[in-house]
């Protein structure tokens, strides 16, 4: 039903802003051709499919070089001897150009020397979404073709990377499909969920579409695909709901799309910052969170996988597993990396009641906080706990131990035990390090410790 209201909510919300701009031209001045933006459909006659291929390069990432034919290709800034990225947008609900394609194109030339080719279907992708679904395959075969001008020009297949988000990734899928599934790799940024998630692998993006497939869920309870279709399939902070976006109806846009894009954000946050996006092959979120899942070495040998442009997404393996669902937390703002530890508390005596600790991690400018539960007669608890900055930054770590009173019956009013914690992924002895003596814990009183870890 929320699907639904959330479905009809944006067509509504799209027809004020249809009213938008038109583009200007430009020419850009080191290669001397003209500049081309994408197009913007209107909403009554954005029924066409009118491809448009923008090439960018690291000498001029803000102007799109429009490509048609072969000789233009030859004849264009496009380098045969580099890689070549190609970013296929999705659903357009509004007609316009992606918000967020600019800024995807920069990170990715930021750092690399490679071809990006932005695929602009704006017009094909617009009205309602099952028209926009039903000018895939012509828009695949159209990339198809695209591809295999580039093939014939010396470039290898295995050098072509293709990103697609949402409606894009399964488009992505198809092209692949139709290249024999030899291409170097297809990352899917939230892969659409409507109309996909019974669909047969040939007609949606999956682990046989490239030599390497991987996808990043950031809405699937909603726009996005519940299902893995990649070999590595990364669930963000379960793969539903993402920290930082708006939970009620009345932030309008924001709230109908902000998980589904996360996607795109983590992504661009990931090529434009150092810091590490890593994440655990896990069952379930919740043994994530329960600390199950802490060393990467079923099923990918000790190497964690992380979002990024690593190849193999640096997982260190020949033949790769597929469809394997892995998991991390962030933050809710860019840069949304943020450190996984375990905690542990260990009970001098087991207690024949559940016993519940909070565990805080302070830093000089950060609180971050979790709670261990302790089953009846149980002598350990465990939980993931994720901290903004390195455990070396953490300068003081508080315990609380949270009794389970009942007006009949008073729970003990100390607990007495040992403390440990160890950052993620646990090497494969599984260490972890532990405060030297046992703790004793007073009902609702935080107490105070240095970590157990050195900074290294
Ligand atoms: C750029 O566009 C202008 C105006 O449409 C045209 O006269 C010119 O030939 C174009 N230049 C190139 C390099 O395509
Ligand atoms: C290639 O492009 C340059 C500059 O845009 C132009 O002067 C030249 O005529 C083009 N050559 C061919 C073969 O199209
Ligand atoms: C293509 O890229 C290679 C590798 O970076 C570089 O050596 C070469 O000069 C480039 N070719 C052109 C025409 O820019
Ligand atoms: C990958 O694993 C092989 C064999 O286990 C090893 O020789 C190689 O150094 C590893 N490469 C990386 C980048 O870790
Ligand atoms: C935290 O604050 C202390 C005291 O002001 C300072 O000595 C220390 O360098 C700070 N640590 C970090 C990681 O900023
Ligand atoms: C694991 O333990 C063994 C024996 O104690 C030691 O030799 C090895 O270096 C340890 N491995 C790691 C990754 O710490
Ligand atoms: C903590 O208590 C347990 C159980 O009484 C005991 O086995 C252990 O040696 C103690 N640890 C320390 C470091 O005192
Ligand atoms: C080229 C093509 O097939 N375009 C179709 C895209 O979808 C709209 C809406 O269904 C059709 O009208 C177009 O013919």
Avoid at 80 to 85: A, G, Q
Avoid at 133 to 151: G, M, P, R, Y
Avoid at 269 to 277: G, N, R, T, V
Wanted: with cysteine; aromatic share 8%.
């Amino acid at each position: 039903m929320v699907e639904d209201l959330k479905r009809k909510l944006l067509i509504v919300l799209a027809v004020p802003l249809l009213l938008s701009s038109a583009q200007a031209g430009n020419t850009d001045r080191l290669s001397g051709h003209n500049c081309t933006d994408f197009q913007t459909a209107n909403f009554l006659r954005g029924s066409k499919l009118k491809v448009q291929f923008l090439l960018f390069t690291h000498s001029s990432p803000s102007c799109g070089e429009l490509i048609l034919a072969e000789d233009d290709i030859k004849n264009s800034s496009f380098n045969s001897s580099l890689e070549t990225k190609i970013i296929i947008h999705g659903f357009r609900a509004l007609g316009t150009k992606p918000s967020w394609i600019e800024e995807l194109v920069h990170a990715i030339l930021h750092t690399n020397q490679v071809n990006v080719i932005a695929v602009d279907w704006v017009y094909g992708s617009t009205a309602a979404y099952p028209s926009a679904v039903e000018n895939v395959t012509q828009l695949a075969l159209a990339i198809s073709l695209l591809i295999s001008k580039l093939l014939a020009l010396g470039v290898s297949g295995t050098s072509i990377h293709i990103i697609g988000v949402s409606l894009g990734a399964h488009v992505g899928g198809l092209v692949g499909h139709f290249h024999g599934g030899q291409l170097g790799r297809i990352t899917g940024l939230d892969p659409a969920g409507p109309k996909y998630t019974r669909a047969s692998p040939e007609e949606r993006l999956d682990p046989g579409d490239a030599l390497f497939v991987e996808a990043i869920h950031t809405d699937s309870d909603n726009f996005g695909i519940r299902i893995p279709v990649g070999h590595i399939d990364y669930f963000v902070n379960g793969g539903r709901d993402q920290p930082g976006c708006p939970r009620f109806i009345s932030a309008g846009y924001k709230y109908l799309i902000c998980d589904h894009m996360r996607a795109v954000h983590l992504y661009v946050s990931a090529l434009k910052h150092s810091c590490p996006m890593v994440a655990f092959p896990c069952a379930s979120h919740q043994d994530f969170l329960n600390g199950h899942c802490l060393d990467c070495g079923d099923p990918f040998l000790f190497s964690c996988p992380r979002i990024g442009l690593l190849e193999q997404a640096g997982v260190n393996m020949t033949k790769l597993p597929k469809e394997v669902k892995v998991y991390l937390k962030t933050s809710s703002s860019a840069p949304f990396c943020v450190h996984h530890s375990l905690v542990e508390f260990h009970l001098q005596k087991r207690r024949n009641t559940v016993t519940n600790i909070e565990i805080t991690f302070f830093s000089n400018t950060t609180k971050d906080t979790a709670k261990i539960t302790i089953a009846k007669n149980q002598e350990m608890g465990k939980r993931l706990l994720t901290h903004r900055v390195p455990l070396c930054q953490i300068n003081s770590v508080t315990l609380r131990y949270l009794p389970h009173n009942r007006f009949w019956r008073k729970d003990a009013p100390f607990i007495a035990g040992r403390f440990c914690a160890a950052p993620l992924p646990l090497d494969s002895n599984r260490t972890t390090s532990c405060l030297p003596w046992n703790l004793t814990l007073p009902s609702n009183t935080d107490v105070s410790y240095e970590p157990p870890t050195a900074c290294a």
